[in-house]
């Protein structure tokens, strides 16, 4: 079965960096498109960044600070994130489309303090 789980969230101070991953299992990884979200608290889920097979596509309020990529030999993707502002502060998700259903994973917290 798919699953995602992802990691490298925390607490970080304004204008710092992050690096959050994502594990992908029990689907051809690098046939996929991979997607990153994220979800702050009172709003809805919101698109962050895509990665195709040799680029990524972003969010205005990310563009020229994330960085999407992916390692399809692990079965990887990330998400480096640079000059972090309080307003990234979220849930961040990763997520696939397969099979034509929306998987998700458990989501891993980023917290930045102004």
């Known amino acids: 079965q798919v699953q995602l789980v992802e990691s490298g969230g925390g607490l970080v101070q304004g204008g710092g960096s992050l690096r959050l991953s994502c594990a992908a299992s029990g689907f051809t990884f690098s046939n996929y498109a991979m997607n990153w979200y994220r979800q702050a608290p009172g709003k809805e889920r919101e698109f962050v960044a895509k990665i195709y097979w040799n680029g990524g596509s972003y969010a205005d309020s990310v563009k020229g600070r994330f960085t999407i990529s992916r390692d399809n030999a692990k079965n990887m993707v990330y998400l480096q994130m640079n000059s972090l502002e309080s307003e990234d502060t979220a849930v961040y998700y990763c997520?696939?489309?397969?099979?034509?259903?929306?998987?998700w994973g458990q989501g891993t917290q980023v917290t930045v303090s102004s």
């Open positions: 997520n696939v489309n397969w099979a034509r259903k929306e998987y």
